[in-house]
């Protein structure tokens, strides 16, 4: 039935052009064309079907191509960095190169991995504030406590001295600011950030919520209503101590109330940091309270809620700081939350 069907769709084929040529060569015989020219047309108007049917019922199928040397599969990404990183070991002097390797392993999550390329990029251009902003950037990550602080934050001052319309830069340095507890700066910082971004863009939303939230724990607090509008998400969380742990108490002790999504990075999406003599205590969590404009309470549909009694002061966990958690709820829960610390970190 196959064989039937290339037939006679050859045939047709070949028909209609006949009926296209002919009137064309009878013209051309008209003005004196020579005979031969018309039989190529028109044995080309035959055969050029005929020949394309019996091509495809020699290699148009599958099996024609068993014995074809078929394509080398396409490299992917582990073996292109293997390669990259083959390059700069023969040529460590190549800027390029190390600027994708850094790159690279930064989208992939391999945050140590691009610090250690942008060091390499910093020693060929040590003024470069591509290279000093990655580095900041990455070394943040690679960090259990996420902190810009020491060699990070001289290299965003610097990039910002050059480039101070720096937007990553600028935004990192006003999260070193807040981290540090230096709200009123970081809301500076963020607000020289403000006029670079597109008005009404998401960046320039979640930008507008971090500087009210550094205004708030300023003393600053915006209007209400402004505070409403800015808000977005919000868990209420009800913080107690359990009663066989008040004895380890200790003054100058801080508590860290936070909220981190279900799956994926340990950083959190809000925390809350206030005096342990004040439980116990009630603490909203909000979009404001993010740490980067796309890791947000309301970027994610659950969350791990948690608090931790630090003897240090540190938000990283240390043995002997008390901690207790929820467990996971969801982002838009409307009831209270409750968490009681019941256990000391080993």
Do not use: C
Not at 159 to 183: C, H, K, M, T
Not at 309 to 338: F, K, T, Y
């Amino acid at each position: 039935m196959k064989m039937l069907f290339y037939v006679v769709a050859a045939a047709m084929i070949a028909a209609t052009l006949v009926l296209l040529l002919w009137p064309l060569m009878r013209h051309g015989r008209s003005q004196g064309r020579s005979r031969g020219v018309f039989a190529l047309a028109l044995g080309i108007a035959f055969v050029l079907p005929l020949a394309a049917a019996g091509l495809y019922l020699a290699v148009g199928t599958p099996r024609a191509l068993d014995g074809v040397a078929r394509q080398a599969p396409a490299m992917d990404v582990g073996q292109a960095l293997a390669e990259l990183r083959a390059h700069l070991k023969e040529s460590p002097n190549d800027a390029q190169g190390w600027l994708l390797l850094a790159q690279t392993t930064s989208a992939m999550g391999r945050s140590a991995e691009a610090r250690d390329a942008y060091d390499q990029l910093l020693r060929l251009a040590p003024d470069n504030p591509t290279a000093m902003v990655g580095w900041a950037e990455a070394d943040s990550m690679a960090r259990a406590d996420h902190r810009i602080d020491g060699r990070s934050r001289e290299l965003l001052e610097r990039a910002v001295q050059q480039e101070p319309d720096n937007q990553r830069a600028l935004w990192l340095l006003g999260i070193s600011d807040f981290q540090q507890d230096r709200y009123a700066d970081a809301a500076a910082t963020w607000r020289r950030l403000q006029p670079l971004l597109e008005p009404g863009s998401s960046v320039a939303k979640a930008v507008a919520q971090q500087i009210a939230a550094a205004d708030a724990r300023a003393g600053n607090p915006p209007p209400a209503t402004s505070a409403a509008a800015t808000q977005g998400a919000q868990l209420t969380v009800k913080v107690s101590l359990a009663p066989a742990l008040k004895d380890k108490l200790q003054p100058g002790d801080t508590l860290f109330v936070y909220a981190r999504a279900e799956q994926g990075p340990p950083m959190p999406l809000a925390v809350a940091r206030l005096d342990a003599a004040r439980l116990p205590a009630t603490v909203e969590l909000t979009d404001a309270m993010a740490m980067a404009p796309t890791m947000k309470l309301s970027s994610v549909p659950r969350v791990f809620v948690g608090a931790r009694i630090s003897h240090s002061g540190q938000a990283i966990g240390q043995a002997g700081d008390l901690e207790g958690d929820a467990g996971v709820v969801p982002v838009d829960r409307r009831e209270p939350v409750a968490v009681l610390i019941d256990k000391v970190h080993p």
